[in-house]
């Protein structure tokens, strides 16, 4: 390939160059116009620190950071009021809650969550002071008690009407080897004690032989106010193996409701009015059959005004409780030194893999928000440089 | 002339003396490579006004102890670019040419005279990027590693630059007998 040779481009560019005249005082120019001027220290600020470790420790600061923020948004509890804890049989759970005071569930249960026995299944509808025998009971009148049960006031919503919720939980509870009746006794005692009673209870006992493992479902009612408490002293009764809450806002739907029984009483004080002004049978059978349509109007959604009352007065906490059927095995024969390392490695191996693959998802998330914020960094640094030059 | 002397002052915070070194080491070969980039002396003398005023501004920004001349170049380098980018484009191109026929009018020695104008123009065919290495390299005199400091790029890149300046140069008509032109040249010189 022919290129042009050095020592004559040197050459003829030196000697072109030459034939461009210098203006005469165009320096001095320059130089009393530069002395006029400070120099801009601050124009160019250098936030990228010289030096190799400068730069490191710039870098390691960004990945903190972003890690940091990841971390964070991946911690926060969604907008969504419902809360769930599942706790598998052997596997320590986690979860986010946010009205639920604890988030960890005990490991080691292996009890099933229910398990059909084959004798004794009981059902009745004893008051609330008989959990042995399984309970339905009426709910306690209002003051009945003479305690401080009361539902603590809600606060205002934005039509100035009490925010109204409906509270529902359900708590799956592994007993283990404990019997059934002392849990059935407690669970009422604190239903009854916080002023709420024990709705329904289904529970299916085993032999005596204890080969079959009982198991039941309690449908505790508990005032609003006394929800929290209530979930945490029956989480204490036995090992959670799962846990659900969920708090639904009916305001909107309760301002609604009354609204439409306010008018509907205004139409029917209307329908009163004009029968008593009324002559003749036509017209009084006719302002009849309107004020009869009113009235079951009225009374149709009266009712599911006070179905949202209880259900916003108490809340539902619905408790399933499970046995184990059978004595754990006895503990195998004790390893050797050697198979017990052995038997440590295979697991802290299968441990270190798990934890891989868990941040693997997380750390390229990272490490990709990380490449493009290097990529657009650089190439406005280095334009931003040329710029200032 | 063939290299600068070199404005090899250090960075710090600068007296008036020091740009008067500026000035006095670097004004002469920075305004006729900027006249060689652009082709135009009054864009030249604007452009290297204007980079040595910048460059004085920013004096801090520079490291204490480096050499000042790439740095100084790679200002003006960057002037340049800006006037072809923003300001020339606009304006009569014919402004370069007026220049050329000046060259071609002076009262020197119209061989020299007519092989510069077809320099210039040779120049001037190159690409922005190829004319920039190849003024640096053989009429300022800068190392390899000097240019790609001066314009922000790998030394690879500004030899690959060199080589393809330096080709496409060879084909054009107004250079390709300048092995002949230099040889005369040198025996003129001679005698």
Redesign the interface.
């Known amino acids: ?23 005469d005082g ?2 001095d ?3 009393a ?3 006029t ?1 400070d ?3 601050g ?2 600020p ?1 936030i990228v620190p ?1 030096g190799r470790w400068g730069r490191v420790a710039l870098v390691a600061a960004v990945v903190v950071v972003a890690a940091g923020g990841v971390t964070l948004l991946d911690g926060t509890p969604g907008p969504s009021p419902e809360h769930r804890i599942v706790a598998g049989p052997s596997t320590p759970a986690t979860g986010t809650s946010g009205a639920v005071p604890s988030t960890t569930a005990p490991p080691g249960s292996n009890a099933p969550l229910v398990t059909p026995g084959t004798a004794g299944t009981a059902t009745s509808s004893a008051g609330a002071g008989q959990p042995s025998n399984g309970a339905t009971s009426a709910p306690p009148s209002s003051g009945q008690n003479g305690t401080a049960t009361l539902p603590a006031p809600l606060p205002t919503g934005i039509v100035g009407q009490p925010t109204k919720v409906v509270t529902t939980g359900s708590i799956d509870l592994a007993l283990g080897h404990d019997p059934l009746e002392p849990a059935v006794t407690r669970l009422t005692a604190i239903a009854t004690g916080a002023g709420g009673y024990v709705a329904k209870s289904a529970l299916q006992v085993g032999p005596s032989t204890g080969t079959v493992p009982s198991s039941g479902t309690l449908v505790l009612q508990v005032p609003q106010a006394a929800f929290d408490s209530v979930l945490t002293q029956v989480r204490s009764i036995g090992t959670v193996t799962s846990m659900t809450s969920t708090s639904t806002d009916v305001t909107g739907q309760y301002v609604d409701l009354q609204a439409r029984i306010d008018a509907l009483q205004a139409s029917r004080q209307q329908y009163l009015t004009i029968l008593s002004k009324a002559t003749s049978i036509g017209d009084i059978l006719s302002v009849q059959n309107q004020l009869d349509t009113i009235q079951s109007q009225i009374e149709e959604l009266q009712g599911q005004l006070n179905l949202l009352d209880s259900q916003t007065t108490y809340a539902t906490l619905t408790v399933s409780l499970s046995q184990s059927g059978h004595r754990p095995p006895p503990p195998a024969a004790t390893p050797s030194g050697l198979g017990r390392a052995w038997h440590q490695s295979v697991s802290g191996f299968t441990s270190g893999v798990e934890w891989l693959v868990r941040i693997a998802g997380r750390t390229l998330f990272v490490l990709l928000c990380l490449a493009v914020f290097a990529v657009v960094g650089r190439w406005a640094w ?1 334009a931003w440089r ?1 710029q ?2 | 002339m063939r290299a600068p002397e070199g404005v090899t002052g250090v960075g710090g915070k600068g007296t008036q003396e020091d740009i008067e070194v500026w000035l006095a080491e670097g004004y002469v070969t920075s305004f006729r490579t900027a006249c060689l980039i652009l082709g135009n002396r009054a864009d030249a003398e604007e452009a290297v006004q204007e980079a040595f005023l910048r460059a004085w501004r920013f004096r801090t920004s520079l490291a204490p102890g480096s050499d000042v001349r790439p740095w100084l170049y790679r200002v003006v380098v960057n002037t340049c670019n800006s006037k072809l980018r923003s300001e020339i484009p606009h304006r009569d191109r014919r402004a370069g040419d007026g220049d050329l026929d000046r060259l071609a009018a002076s009262g020197d020695d119209p061989a020299h005279v007519d092989q510069s104008g077809d320099v210039v123009r040779a120049l001037q065919s190159l690409a922005v990027h190829l004319r920039v290495v190849i003024v640096l390299r053989y009429y300022a005199d800068l190392s390899e590693r000097e240019i790609a400091t001066a314009i922000g790029r790998r030394p690879g890149t500004v030899k690959s630059r060199l080589h393809e300046a330096r080709r496409q140069l060879a084909l054009h008509p107004a250079l390709r007998s300048l092995d002949e032109q230099a040889g005369h040249t040198d025996s003129e010189v001679a005698e």
């Open positions: 390939m022919t290129m042009i040779d050095e020592d004559p481009l040197r050459t003829v560019l030196a000697r072109a160059a030459d034939e461009f005249p210098v203006t165009a320096a120019r320059i130089a116009a530069a002395s001027g120099p801009k220290t124009s160019v250098s010289r280095r040329r200032m030059l």
